[in-house]
């Protein structure tokens, strides 16, 4: 399921440089490292500055590349990708919220629940919820 989702992913992203109709421009070498690279450790760590220094770019670096390759910053692309994992986790599991929290790398339910609703506008349960088709619980 992972490697269809990065297939997918990676699909999406060459479609994204079609200008004009014109052939689609080659992705970024710089970009393409710190896709794989978010690819494989974003549970581990959130930051740009922990990828850059790992691949001997700096932070500027990784953020030209992926704005020229798919339109964002580095920082968004990063939490795209979090929030992906975490939507997928969320709609196809029956962990807690806690659990996914500490599987992604939170250091609390909290932090991940805040972080979660800054991007989705909802929390993971709500979320959970919807997806499923069924009412969110009520928040204390």
């Known amino acids: 399921m992972r490697h269809l989702l990065a297939v997918l992913v990676l699909r999406l992203t060459r479609l994204t440089n079609v200008v004009g109709g014109s052939a689609p421009v080659p992705p970024d070498p710089a970009y393409l490292r710190f896709q794989d690279a978010v690819e494989r450790g974003f549970a581990r760590s959130r930051r740009v ?3 850059a220094r790992a691949l001997g770019y700096s932070p500027r670096t990784l953020s030209r590349a992926t704005r020229s390759s798919v339109g964002a910053g580095a920082k968004e692309f990063i939490d795209r990708r979090v929030m992906l994992e975490a939507k997928r986790l969320l709609a196809h599991s029956d962990q807690s919220a806690t659990q996914i929290a500490v599987r ?12 979660f609703h800054q991007r989705a506008g909802q929390t993971p349960l709500a979320f959970r919820a919807t997806v499923r088709g069924g009412t969110p619980l009520p928040t204390a």
């Open 104 to 115: 992604l790398g939170f250091p609390s339910a909290t932090n991940f629940n805040k972080y």
């Open 49 to 51: 500055e922990d990828y």
